[in-house]
């Protein structure tokens, strides 16, 4: 196909990598529902709209025998993530330059995680049923998919500062000028006046954390050419015309949207959960589909941890106690703080659930922290390794990004790491896999470094930080 300019190859979004559409995610929430799913190790994804593909090459990275596929209209992000690819020296991911219309009827699949994430709310209605019509089309039996988008009804409030940028801002066509505009506009809207009624004081409030956007997220968002917010019912409605049902929210604050109850009825669930959206003002979703007649567990009972993994990332600061992200987490019940102590212990290896004997109060408790951000879980164990072998891989994916001389990697567990300093980049880079201990203690001793750090200490850190590969 004709490789026409995009609005994204004028001003390119930043690329990244998602927590929650990583298929060893996806797959515990399945377990926890009773359900099987395909093996993240070795399955077949699929990335929507994935951009440069940074999202799955972190992946492709961690998982080199499953299979990956990101495409994208924007040519020179699909140019720069083949090359990227290609640099760190994977085979199982295939990045291309295509249209989600042309992709609903000629992609091949089946695929057992697809991935549509930040799309659906910002392309126009046949562009939104061609994504579920391909998911629909190419999902395997016991598959998943994860579709995110603006939701209704918080995405009303947004959609009414949008339009009020773009009739403020009409005329104004080259990007730095609207974004500079955008600014402006914004900077003074959010500024709280005296008397101002609830209304206003809400809508300001929903301005404010719009000026913390990077000027590219803020082009695309906020001033890009569609912005239409979904109904939790209408998204699902459109997947059920295409042989897909509601599982559950990937975002863990919002796990209890699938698990309302076992008493509750499957055909209750979506509008129980449609109306906590009204409840809470629901800004975003990102929604989980299946096949239907599956037959999900609607609540956390016994076994309902069964074969699912917990990691943390909280650091513990006393007995009990806990912080992450400089918030602070404390444990009054003294089986829960052992578990996450163990967690922090072992981290970033994972802790199979079923080596614990876990009540059902347990069960609640931990997939409260789930729900927190405090714990994550995952269907299998992490790529990254403890105790490093004798010849020592990295992460190939960081290798190739501190090649690049980028600032920041991203590690197996699919988390970004600032590395600035000369002394840890340059050790890393020794980390190829070609060098014997010996061969790695000489070439970091004769690199201007050495005397920083001793080779085992800086081999323990880059595991503790998920870079070295297992």
């Not at 699929?46 to 593909?53: H, P, R, S, V």
């Not at 009739?167 to 809207?189: K, T």
């Not at 590219?216 to 019912?233: K, W």
């Not at 602070?328 to 052992?338: G, N, P, Q, Y």
Request: charged content about 20%.
């Amino acid at each position: 196909m004709s490789e026409l300019p995009t609005h994204y190859d004028e001003v390119a979004y930043p690329s990244g990598t998602f927590f929650a559409t990583e298929p060893a995610h996806m797959a515990a929430l399945a377990r926890m529902h009773g359900l099987t799913a395909p093996a993240p190790e070795t399955a077949r994804v699929l990335e929507i709209a994935g951009g440069d593909g940074a999202n799955l090459i972190a992946m492709a990275a961690a998982w080199p025998n499953a299979r990956f596929h990101s495409f994208d209209l924007a040519a020179t992000a699909i140019a720069n993530g083949v090359k990227l690819a290609a640099e760190a020296g994977l085979d199982n991911i295939r990045i291309t330059v295509d249209d989600v219309l042309a992709a609903a009827e000629t992609l091949e699949g089946p695929f057992d995680y697809i991935i549509a994430h930040g799309l659906y709310a910002w392309v126009p209605e046949p562009v939104r049923e061609a994504t579920v019509r391909l998911m629909g089309r190419l999902l395997s039996p016991d598959g998943i998919a994860f579709l995110s988008y603006n939701a209704n009804p918080g995405g009303h409030m947004r959609t009414a500062i949008r339009e009020m940028l773009l009739h403020r801002l009409r005329g104004i066509v080259e990007p730095a000028e609207r974004i500079a505009g955008a600014r402006q506009l914004l900077g003074d809207f959010a500024i709280a006046r005296e008397n101002d009624p609830p209304v206003l004081a809400g809508m300001r409030a929903v301005a404010a954390p719009m000026l913390d956007k990077s000027d590219a997220v803020l082009f695309h968002d906020e001033l890009g050419e569609v912005y239409a917010p979904q109904s939790l019912c209408d998204v699902v409605a459109a997947a059920e015309r295409h042989g897909l049902a509601f599982l559950n929210d990937a975002n863990p604050s919002m796990v209890h949207d699938g698990l309302p109850g076992e008493n509750v009825a499957e055909e209750d669930v979506v509008a129980i959960a449609q109306a906590d959206d009204y409840a809470v003002l629901a800004f975003f979703h990102q929604t989980l589909l299946v096949r239907p007649g599956r037959a999900p567990r609607r609540g956390v009972g016994a076994g309902a941890l069964a074969g699912i993994y917990a990691s943390t990332r909280v650091r513990r600061t006393g007995p009990g106690a806990f912080a992450l992200d400089g918030q602070e987490v404390e444990l009054d019940d003294a089986d829960m703080a052992e578990l996450l102590g163990h967690l922090v212990d072992i981290a970033p290896l994972r802790l199979l659930l079923d080596e614990i004997e876990l009540s059902v109060e347990h069960c609640v408790a931990i997939v409260q922290l789930y729900q927190r951000g405090v714990i994550w879980l995952y269907a299998v164990q992490s790529p990254c390794s403890l105790e490093p072998g004798e010849f020592v891989r990295a992460s190939p994916l960081a290798l190739a990004q501190l090649a690049r001389g980028l600032a920041t990697v991203h590690t197996l567990e699919l988390r970004s790491i600032a590395f600035v300093e000369p002394g840890p980049r340059a050790f890393l880079a020794l980390l190829d896999g070609t060098r014997d201990r010996a061969a790695l203690a000489r070439d970091w001793a004769g690199s201007g470094h050495g005397d920083e750090v001793t080779v085992d200490v800086a081999l323990a850190q880059l595991a503790g930080a998920g870079m070295i590969s297992g």
